[in-house]
Nanobody
Framework: QVQLVESGGGLVQAGGSLRLSCAAS????????MGWFRQAPGKEREFVAA????????YYTDSVKGRFKISRENAENTLYLQMNSLKPEDTAVYYC????????????????????WGQGTQVTVSS
């Protein structure tokens, strides 16, 4: 199995940027498709972005398209989420998740497809 630890969250003004990191340990990181999810106060956890095991295919929820970028560095066992032009509605706890992937170019956007989760990192965007 793999262990995931997020970092990089914090308080930022609207229009600002943050880069979240998700450090993986345990089994080979390159064997997993990865995703980012978030949970705002009083709301259910929702999908944000997904990345295939080979790093080629990505998918984003509509509200972050053009502002967020998901990427991975397999040599460093790390997943990233670059978040630009942040809005107050992006305020949430952000979680990374891993899916044991058979196919290299497939992404996954459903929470039920992910077996491993990090503990989350708080992102707060002030207006």
């Amino acid at each position: 199995q793999v262990q995931l630890v997020e970092s990089g969250g914090g308080l930022v003004q609207a229009g600002g940027s943050l880069r979240l990191s998700c450090a993986a340990s345990g089994r080979t990181f390159s064997g997993y498709a990865m995703g980012w999810f978030r949970q705002a106060p009083g709301k259910e956890r929702e999908f944000v972005a997904a990345l295939s095991r080979n790093g080629v295919s990505t998918y984003y929820t509509d509200s972050v398209k053009g502002r967020f970028k998901i990427s991975r560095e397999n040599a460093e066992n790390t997943l990233y989420l670059q978040m630009n032009s942040l809005k107050p509605e992006d305020t949430a706890v952000y979680y990374c998740a891993a899916h044991t992937a058979v196919y290299g170019s497939v992404w996954y956007n459903r929470q039920s497809e992910y077996e491993y989760w990090g503990q989350g990192t708080q992102v707060t965007v002030s207006s």
